[in-house]
């Protein structure tokens, strides 16, 4: 079983940064990727980044390509991944929501994604 605990989330003016970490407790080998997501108010749940946890491939959506990045530090039984948000734009206002999960289908599935954080609002104005 794994639990996610999201944090670093709140209110920053247009081209501020956030970083939001996302830490993975209990049995993580379990789980083969990990990744943000993020719904604003009337839209869909959407990708924005997700990696594999024993390496190799990272995945961003094209709106925010360049300006987001992940970074995951890992322990055992405990793995923390790092959302690193620059140049934040208004179009970015959302709740933001860590997940992770086997990902059998590649990193843009969001069905490989089968546990999921409480998420943590952004807000950008």
């Known amino acids: 079983h794994v639990q996610l605990v999201e944090s670093g989330g709140g209110s920053v003016q247009a081209g501020g940064s956030l970083r939001l970490p996302c830490a993975a407790f209990?049995?993580?080998?379990?789980?083969?990727?990990m990744g943000w997501f993020r719904q604003a108010p009337g839209k869909e749940r959407e990708a924005i980044a997700t990696?594999?946890?024993?390496?190799?491939?990272?995945?961003?959506a094209d709106s925010v390509k360049g300006r987001f990045s992940l970074r995951i530090f890992q322990e055992s039984n405990k793995n923390t991944l790092y959302l690193q948000m620059n140049d934040l734009k208004p179009e970015d206002s959302a709740m933001y929501y860590c997940?992770?999960?086997?990902?059998?289908?590649?990193?843009?599935?969001?069905?490989?994604?089968?546990?999921w954080g409480q998420g943590t609002q952004v807000t950008v104005s």
């Open positions: 209990g049995h993580t080998s379990s789980t083969k990727c």
């Open positions: 997940a992770t999960g086997r990902c059998a289908n590649g990193l843009r599935a969001a069905g490989g994604f089968d546990i």
């Open positions: 990696l594999y946890t024993g390496g190799g491939s990272t995945w961003y």
